[in-house]
């Protein structure tokens, strides 16, 4: 059963859908997902509006109120519970990871998991370790997970544990998966902003996919050529 707070939220949603633009949102995301078209800067508003008119849910209530909201068809309903997680993130821990956990196996794609992975998976291992999850999403089956595993320290800079994302990479540097292969390239271009000789010695000492070794060089090559 939907939790009030979450249904008062879902029906604030759908008095604003936009059949003009559900269908180039829904064909954008392979329509893979219903939505009610309502755009990313409309959307942020109502979220605005509706928690200046409500309040943010309670810390207890919280979870129950995400996963009503996870729960509905449409994907504007997933993307406003980032939101919600958004602004209490500064209460986030390790005890959040299942809820997390439960988020990034269902109704996956790019989307929420990117978002998951830096702004929520992200911040809880910056201010605490809790490994059995890392470490299981990264040898699981499922590459949504192993994809929050490889990109989780995105926005970390000079606090990078490197030894950790160059571990995380080369356990899956064979994947055929593009959105693995991606995400390695991406977590070795945003790392190499901070140490690039420490990725450009682990790609030459590596055997990556070609896309992984073509994003991971990407600011690299780009200041060496200003450079020169």
């Known amino acids: 059963m939907s939790h009030e707070y979450a249904v008062k939220l879902i ?4 008095d604003h859908q936009n059949s003009d633009n559900r269908e180039a949102m829904e064909a954008y995301m392979r329509n893979q997902f219903e939505f ?10 109502l979220l605005r509006d509706f928690l200046k008119e409500n309040g943010k849910p309670d810390n207890e209530e919280f979870p129950d109120i995400v996963r009503s909201l996870w729960s509905e ?15 209490q993130s500064r209460y986030l821990t390790k005890e ?5 956990e439960e988020m990034i196996v269902t109704k996956s794609w790019w989307d929420t998991i990117d978002h998951i992975a830096s702004n929520h998976v992200g911040k809880i291992y910056q201010k605490e370790e809790a490994d059995t999850y890392l ?22 800079k000079t606090e990078t544990d490197e030894a950790r994302l160059f571990r995380y ?3 899956h540097r064979q994947s055929k998966e593009f959105f693995i292969q991606k995400a ?12 690039p000789e420490a990725v450009k010695d682990f790609i030459a000492s590596e055997e990556l996919a070609s896309l992984s070794v073509r994003e991971g ?11 020169k």
């Open 36 to 45: 009610f078209g309502i755009r990313t800067p409309e959307r942020t508003l």
């Open 169 to 171: 990479i080369g356990m």
């Open 184 to 195: 390695i390239g991406w977590a070795l271009r945003e790392y190499s902003k901070t140490n």
């Open 11 to 14: 029906a604030r949603l759908k």
């Open 217 to 227: 060089l990407k600011h690299v090559n780009r200041k060496e050529k200003v450079e």
């Open 73 to 87: 068809p449409q994907r504007e309903c997933q993307y406003v519970a980032l939101g919600l997680i958004d602004k």
């Open 135 to 156: 470490e299981k999403w990264i040898h699981s089956d499922n590459m949504w997970l192993n994809r929050i595993a490889i990109l989780h320290q995105l926005k970390y």
């Open 96 to 100: 959040h990871l299942p809820l997390l």
